[in-house]
Structure formats: structure tokens, C-alpha cells
T-cell receptor, first 114, second 111 residues
């Protein structure tokens, strides 16, 4: 299994600002995924990030709002831009397990927007 | 389309009680099925999985059987402990990397 860390673990932000969340994996992985978990709800995939190419966004999510970087095979960032209270969620990154069909998740970043 | 429906929570049980959390799915073809657990303040951890019909996944005393005829993957444990208190997510994966998660079921076990 992969060990995944995220920074920050939580933050409280003001409306209209942006926050960049970092995701670090202890091994090289091809694909990294970013999810949102809104209060009391399930996980929703935001985008898939491949190293060396543009991220692929799911329906309802756009690059201007959630820009993603993937500079190498162990690291990715997700920025939540121009935040509003509706962006208050837990944001999780995940990776595919090597040679398996399982995804492994980071501990999440709990974001509150005032 | 693909979707997962989970039993609504929250669920509160006494220690050593029997646990069932229902999960049904809708999918084309033959998905892989998963249960993930999220302990307070932590990320999701894989609890168990099954990749084909009639497979039984098991881990830490939890079991779930992939039932194609009823499109179900119910989670069971014979005797829960306080340390099992967490949120449990059922999920499916079709070809590719797309996971579909249920809404989660919160379990609280009281001594």
C-alpha cells in the first residue's frame, strides 16, 4: 500500500481567497486523484492528475476553480480558488495501488470557508 | 449508470452486537466492490474488497459477499467493538479508475 500525506490537515479561510493543498506519496505513481467530501455526503471525484499532462476534470468541476499541478510522480497540488462557504469540505487525494484495483487515500484536508 | 446505495445511518450498537450495513449497487458489467472505513479524523482505509461474483472479502472480523443476483455487498461483523466506531463506505469500481462511493454509514459502538 502507499503512504500518503496531505498539507494542511485543516484550515479556516475567508471568502474570496484561495488555498493550495499538497499531496505527497511515498512511492512513484502514475495517476493521482482528488476528491471532495462535503459534510454528511459521499466522496465526489474532482479530477485525475497524470504527471506531465493536464488534469482531467469530472463534470461540474473546472480548471479555473480547481487548478491542479502534478510536477512529478510523487506529488500533486489542488488549489481551491475564489472560495465561498459552499467550498467547505474535506478534500482527499488518492492513488491507485500498484498492480491492484484498489485506491489508497490520504488523511484529507478539512477546509472551512467563512 | 453506476451508483452505490448504502443503508442510512447513523447506527448505534452495543459492544458484541451483530452488525449489518446494507449496500446495493447499479453497474454495467462486472464491477469490483469495496468497503472503506474512515476513523475519526483520518482518511479512508480499505477494509475489504471482492472482484467477482460469489467472492467473499474479509478483514478484521468483517465480511462481505459479492452477490450478483441481488447486486449487493452487505458488510457484516459478528461482534463489534468500541474501536469499530467509524464511517463505512461501500464503493464500486468499473473499468478504468473511476470509483463510485455510497454516502457512508456512521457506526457508533457503545460499551
Amino acid at each position: 500500500s502507499a503512504v500518503i500525506s496531505q498539507k494542511p490537515s485543516r484550515d479556516i479561510c475567508q471568502r474570496g481567497t484561495s488555498l493550495t493543498i499538497q499531496c505527497q506519496v511515498d512511492s512513484q505513481v502514475t495517476m493521482m486523484f482528488w476528491y471532495r467530501q462535503q459534510p454528511g455526503q459521499s466522496l465526489t471525484l474532482i479530477a485525475t492528475a497524470n504527471q506531465g499532462s493536464e488534469a482531467t476534470y469530472e463534470s461540474g468541476f473546472v480548471i479555473d476553480k480547481f487548478p491542479i499541478s502534478r510536477p512529478n510522480l510523487t506529488f500533486s497540488t489542488l488549489t481551491v480558488s475564489n472560495m465561498s462557504p459552499e467550498d467547505s469540505s474535506i478534500y482527499l487525494c488518492s492513488v491507485d495501488g500498484a498492480g491492484t484495483d484498489t485506491q489508497y487515500f490520504g488523511p484529507g484536508t478539512r477546509l472551512t470557508v467563512l | 449508470g453506476n451508483s452505490v446505495t448504502q443503508m442510512e445511518g447513523p447506527v448505534t450498537l452495543s459492544e458484541e452486537a451483530f452488525l449489518t450495513i446494507n449496500c446495493t449497487y447499479t453497474a454495467t458489467g462486472y464491477p469490483s466492490l469495496f468497503w472503506y472505513v474512515q476513523y475519526p479524523g483520518e482518511g479512508l482505509q480499505l477494509l475489504l474488497k471482492a472482484t467477482k461474483a460469489d467472492d467473499k472479502g474479509s478483514n478484521k472480523g468483517f465480511e462481505a459477499t459479492y452477490r450478483k443476483e441481488t447486486t449487493s455487498f452487505h458488510l457484516e461483523k459478528g461482534s463489534v467493538q468500541v474501536s469499530d466506531s467509524a464511517v463505512y463506505f461501500c464503493a464500486l469500481k468499473r473499468t478504468g479508475n473511476q470509483f463510485y462511493f455510497g454516502t457512508g454509514t456512521s457506526l457508533t459502538v457503545i460499551p
